[in-house]
């Protein structure tokens, strides 16, 4: 069955960094856009990052542009989102998912697959 387990979350001072992880299994991962969404409490699923199955395109919510960056590896199965000069609102349940056909989308919907989220928090 398909897993995706992300690792990496933990509490951060603001302006800290966090390096989240994301391993995939039970899909062909050099064919699908990973994506990188994140649920602040008391709100909705948003979207944060996406990765195409090549790496070429890349998309950023304006909210952490300059700030995050997203990679993958092919070999390994596994997807980086790379959080600097974290601050406060970025405290949420970060998600990892998958879209196994299509392109970057930075819309919950279109993705099929889902982590079960590792939980960040920025202290000020």
């Known amino acids: 069955q398909v897993q995706l387990v992300e690792s990496g979350g933990g509490l951060v001072q603001a302006g800290g960094s966090l390096r989240l992880s994301c391993a995939a299994s039970?899909?062909?991962?050099?064919?699908?856009?990973m994506g990188w969404f994140r649920q602040p409490p008391g709100k909705e699923r948003e979207f944060v990052a996406a990765?195409?199955?090549?790496?070429?395109?890349?998309n950023f919510a304006d909210s952490v542009k300059g700030r995050f960056t997203i990679s993958r590896d092919n070999a390994k199965n596994t997807v980086i989102l790379q959080m600097n000069s974290l601050e406060p609102e970025d405290t949420a349940v970060y998600y990892c998912?998958?879209?196994?056909?299509?392109?970057?989308?930075?819309?919950?919907?279109?993705?099929?697959?889902w982590g079960q989220g590792t939980q960040v928090t920025v202290s000020s």
């Open positions: 990765i195409s199955w090549g790496g070429s395109y890349i």
């Open positions: 998912a998958a879209r196994v056909s299509g392109l970057n989308s930075v819309t919950n919907l279109k993705y099929d697959y």
């Open positions: 039970g899909i062909t991962f050099s064919n699908a856009v």
